[in-house]
Each structure stands twice: as C-alpha cells, then as structure tokens.
C-alpha cells in the first residue's frame, strides 16, 4: 500500500454513552509523521477517541476527517484475543501484522502490554521506522519518552484535551508548571476578591456610622456601584480540579517465617514446555523480581512458587506462617458472573464497600459482574483483595497492565512501604526501577 501525505483530524467532537459524556469538543490534529501519545485517567476517553479516529464509530457531534479521504488508518486494539499463545507472543504478532499492512496512520491502544524488553526494543525501533503517523495509548512511561515527540491528556473532568510538546517526562514537568500557574492565579484570583470584599464591608460600615461632623455622607448605591464595578473586574479563576487519587495501604496482618517458600530439585512442565531442575529459596522481606523474554516460563514459575502447578520432580515447600497473594496476569480472579461484592464475600459488605471505594470502584461498580469490568477496574479490584487479607507474600504478574499511570505510581509506593515479602514479574521499566529488586531470577 502506498503511504499518503495526509492528515486525520478529529474537530469539535462530542461522544456520549447513555447519559455519561466522554468525550466533548474535543480537537485533535494528526499530520504527517506525528508521533503522538495520548494520555488520562482510565475512563478518560482514550479508547473511544481512538475508536472514533479510527471509523469504528461515530461522534454524537463533530466530525472526523481524513484529507485525503482515502488516508489508510488502521487501529490496534486494547483486548486481544490469544488464540492459545502467550499474551506476549499474541501482541508482537498482531502488532507486526498490523505494521505490515503500511498503513498511514496507525492507532495504537497500549500496545506495550505482555512484551518482554526485547519486544519493547522492537516495537520501538518499528515506529521509529515507520514512515507514516503513530497515535498511542500507552501507561509505558519509558515507551512514551522513547517513542513520541507530543502528548496529548484527556481530561476526566472537562472532557477536553490538553497538548504538550515532547515526551513523557517533558508532559510531567509541563503538567507540572501548569498547575502552579492555575493555583496562582486561582489564589491571586481569591485574594484579591476577599481584600475588595472587606473594602466594601468597611465602606458600608463607616457609612451606616457616617463620616463624622462636616463631612459629607456617601450614598449605599454609590458604595455598592463602585464596589462592584472592582469585583466585576476580578478575573474569575476556577479552583483546580482535585482528581480522585488511590491511596493504597499494602501491609501484611502478620510476619511468616524465615524462608517463605522453597523449592529443590524442581521440574515443572506444561505440555511440551519443561522448566527446571530449580532450586530456589525465597526468605521474608525478600524482594524478587523474575526475568526473561516472553515464553522462558516466568509465569509457569510463579504457579509453581504458588503451587497452583504440580511439579513433575522434586518438592515444594511453604513455609510458617505464609498468607500467599496473587495478581495473575489475565486477572482470573476478577472474570466470572459473580459481583465484586460476591467476591468479596469473606468480609462484611460495609467493609467491602468502603474498602472498594477507595479502589475507585463505587456502590454502582460493586454490584456489576466481575466479566463485565474494565481491565483496569479489575486490576484495581484484585488489588483491592489483597489489602483486604493481609497477605505478607505478594506475587505479582504484570501488575502494571491496564493501570493508568497515577495507579501505577500509587501502587509503587505502596509496595515502597511494604514489608513483606515479594515476588514480581513486569517490562514496566520504570516499574522495576522504583521497585528495586534485592534479587533477580534470570529464566
């Protein structure tokens, strides 16, 4: 296919679902050879406004257009089916069939997540060498910095957008500077209001009292209209928008023993797969992280450590004490018709209730069906379980997926002040960095 100079443009678009509003008036220009990362809050719109850029569907107002109309544009979704392959070896092939097909703007949603590094060292020297325009969702902060020269954020709260220029790190800097302007003026705003306001509180006070002898008396109209022409002047500034924010609390309701889990002499096999023999100790407080490219058995690994999977020779032993925790990488937990309250059925509502709530998973989130979250909903609900019991052995596959960044800084702190144990496996750069490992198992 031949590439087209062209450009895709999203003007004025307005894009509802019911009664919720996503999207509204929003502006967004692709030329030729953009790289732009599109950035917010999951539920933000991100998703839909690919969608819509895409032609997959259409706006409730404004309008998409391509010039030329015949601009190929072609869309990576977020869900992927893995037709019995690692979700790592699923995304490289969907993503290398889809860069294969030239389009001249392609539209990206996380495709970042299941890669190992070497697949993240593909992809970025792929879009590197792709002569038309890239638009990417993406939480991969290390991906972003690499791969974009614009980032665009969706605002949860105004449904608009905001562009800045440069990667990541130079949008958090830029974000950062915004919002201590906003708060300046906001405050300068509100000050100067309050100091007018008490003029005009004194001025109506020294008139009531009157001026003293010989002096003439100002009329209350006159006060009123002088004062109110200085506050008409004030700039009127909105307040910030203060965003609901996780806290997250991660501690475990009680120490184990020394050695936490063991295993000696173990082989595990999964159809023609075989891992091992392994011998590895993991003792309390350990921080481990698991490595290795995509299909070298880091999840198979952690099944075992857990023992969900049999092992075909040697032994596995759990040590005293241990309260085991696990955020599988497809969320399993979180995917059946059950409610979240039904999974958290072991713990009085009101405590589920509240407990979910500061996951951002409200009173109408709680009664849905696990099948029927968002990834990141499930994420955040599986998060939400482990804090519920306690655990002082935290395994973790791809935490990272499907979380918007502030939930995975968040989450980083968390485990920051975490004393337990842990055991991790993630591509997430930035992640692994803030994670610092005391250990690392190379597969």
């Known amino acids: 296919m031949s590439r087209l100079a062209g450009s895709l443009v999203a003007a004025g678009v307005t894009k509802s679902y019911g009664a919720e509003v996503v999207l509204e008036d929003v502006n967004l220009l692709v030329p030729p050879r953009a790289r732009i990362g599109l950035v917010g809050p999951n539920g933000a719109g991100k998703s839909t406004l690919l969608r819509l850029l895409a032609g997959l569907e ?23 089916d893995s037709a019995g392959r690692s979700g790592g070896e699923e ?16 539209l990206l949603d996380e495709p970042t997540n299941d890669l190992d590094f070497a697949g993240l060292a593909w992809l970025e020297r792929s879009l590197a060498a792709h002569p038309g325009s890239v638009v990417v969702v993406s939480h991969d902060r290390a991906f972003l910095d690499r791969t974009v020269t614009r980032i665009v954020e969706l605002d949860e709260w105004t449904r608009g957008t905001t562009e800045y220029s440069g990667g990541w790190s130079d949008y958090e800097a830029g974000r950062e500077r915004r919002r201590e302007r906003h708060y300046r003026r906001w405050e300068a705003s509100v000050t100067e209001r309050r100091r007018v306001e008490e003029q005009q509180r004194r001025m109506a006070e020294w008139e009531r009292r009157g001026y003293g002898q010989g002096r003439k008396k100002k009329k209350s109209k006159d006060v009123k209209r002088t004062y109110g022409a200085k506050l008409a002047r004030i700039e009127t500034v909105e307040k910030p928008y203060e965003p609901w924010e996780l806290r997250l609390s991660l501690a475990p309701a009680t ?45 198979t690994l952690l ?102 960044v502030e939930a995975i800084e968040e989450l980083e702190r968390g485990l920051d002040g975490y004393g337990g144990t842990v055991i991790l496996v993630t591509h997430d750069r930035r992640f692994l960095e803030a994670f610092a490992p005391g250990r690392t198992i190379e597969l």
């Open 303 to 404: 099944e075992a450590l857990l023992g969900r999977l049999p092992l075909a020779a040697g032994s596995r032993s759990l040590g005293p004490g241990v309260v085991l925790g696990e955020l599988e990488q497809d969320r399993a937990a979180l995917t059946g018709p059950q409610t979240l309250l039904e999974v958290f059925s072991d713990f009085e509502e009101g405590t589920a209730r509240t407990l979910l709530a500061k996951f951002g998973l409200g009173a109408d989130d709680v009664l849905r069906s696990a099948a029927s979250l968002s990834p990141g909903e499930r994420t955040r609900g599986g998060l939400a379980l482990l804090t519920a019991r306690g655990v002082n052995c935290l395994v973790l596959d791809e935490p990272t997926n499907h979380l918007d």
């Open 58 to 80: 259409e706006p409730d107002a404004g309008r998409i257009r391509r010039t030329p109309p015949e601009l190929a544009v072609g869309c990576l979704a977020q869900e992927r």
């Open 91 to 106: 995304t490289r092939a969907v993503l290398a069939a889809v860069l294969r097909r030239g389009f001249d703007v392609l």
């Open 255 to 299: 120490r184990s023993g020394e050695v936490v889990v063991r295993l000696e002499d173990a082989v595990v096999e999964r159809g023609s797969f075989r891992l091992g023999p392994l011998d590895l100790a993991v003792g309390w407080g350990d921080r481990v992280a698991v490595a290795g490219p995509n299909g070298s058995g880091k999840t």
